[in-house]
């Protein structure tokens, strides 16, 4: 499968590339962002092609990874898969509801494969912690806590415009979200939600399980605070969910694997563009009980 890259910022550089440079099933074709200076650098790094123009990328890959904020990458994700491509997308899908659902939509009339990249997901030992905690009842409630320090280490992506913007609740929201649906099934309602210091939001989630969960997300914890913890309580007493010790490269190469295996059996993953579009739904809905409570 011939793919291309849509993005050339820290991610794209330290993530997509290499494991799209490392695959074994994938042919890396080409490199488009909205710096073509950049787009030059990271594909002569990689030994491909810099395209200045999106649609010429587009009609000469069979899929697209992107590596791109959440509203350039719905609107370049519709443009794809109207050309045919096959999608390897980032969280969060989009950056509102309606751009997410014309994301499905597109992918659903051109019928092309769709895989969102939630990290956690794509990693061996904490997604078989959620197949099996996803096969026990009785779960009672949850507590997910996304602590990042971004905004007070020294992180590549600090200077982020749309992470600034859109905060935590956006940026690992979706790491979260991707955890605790597959287990406790899907969001009834946002029961509550209030700000905490800097861009810290907590959140309380009613599951249609039964279940509650309470959400701790941010990006400005203090760096010895950083932590990512996922607790559940219930008839089977206690899980947590157990750290990861591999970085994002090999769990992407990983979602392309999803990407080739969804596109040749015709078949949807479990984290698609549709999924993708209910973790945007669910952020959406926070984000206006945020609002309410800063008026």
């Keep these: 499968m011939r793919i291309g890259l849509l993005g050339t910022g820290p991610w794209a550089r330290t993530v997509h590339a290499p494991a799209l440079s490392g695959h074994g099933d994938l042919r890396f074709t080409g490199v488009w962002g909205r710096r073509p200076d950049a787009a030059k650098d990271l594909a002569e790094r990689h030994g491909v092609r810099a395209y200045d123009d999106v649609d010429t990328l587009l009609a000469d890959v069979d899929a697209v990874a992107v590596a791109l904020p959440p509203q350039v990458q719905a609107d370049l994700a519709v443009r794809a898969a109207r050309a045919g491509c096959h999608l390897l997308l980032d969280k969060p899908l989009a950056a509102t509801v309606p751009q997410g659902r014309a994301v499905v939509e597109a992918v659903r009339e051109a019928g092309v494969a769709s895989v969102v990249f939630f990290t956690t997901r794509f990693q061996p030992g904490p997604a078989a912690w959620i197949r099996e905690q996803a096969g026990r009842e009785g779960w009672f409630t949850a507590r997910a806590q996304w602590l990042g320090a971004v905004f007070t280490g020294d992180s590549p992506f600090a200077a982020s415009p749309w992470r600034r913007e859109k905060g935590a609740l956006w940026d690992v929201g979706p790491h979260a979200l991707s955890v605790l ?68 490269v090999p769990a992407f190469g990983r979602a392309a694997d999803a990407l080739l295996a969804a596109a040749r059996a015709g078949l949807p993953h479990p984290c698609d563009a549709a999924f993708g579009l209910r973790v945007t739904e669910i952020l959406a809905a926070a984000e206006r009980l945020l609002s309410r409570g800063t008026d």
């Design 181 to 248: 649906l597959p287990v406790l099934g899907d969001v009834r309602g946002v029961a509550a939600a209030a700000h905490g210091p800097g861009d810290t939001v907590h959140v309380v989630l009613d599951h249609a399980g039964g279940a509650s969960s309470t959400l701790t997300l941010s990006l400005t914890a203090p760096p010895a605070a950083a932590e990512v913890a996922v607790e559940l309580r219930g008839e089977a007493g206690v899980a947590v969910l157990p750290e990861s010790p591999e970085g994002a």
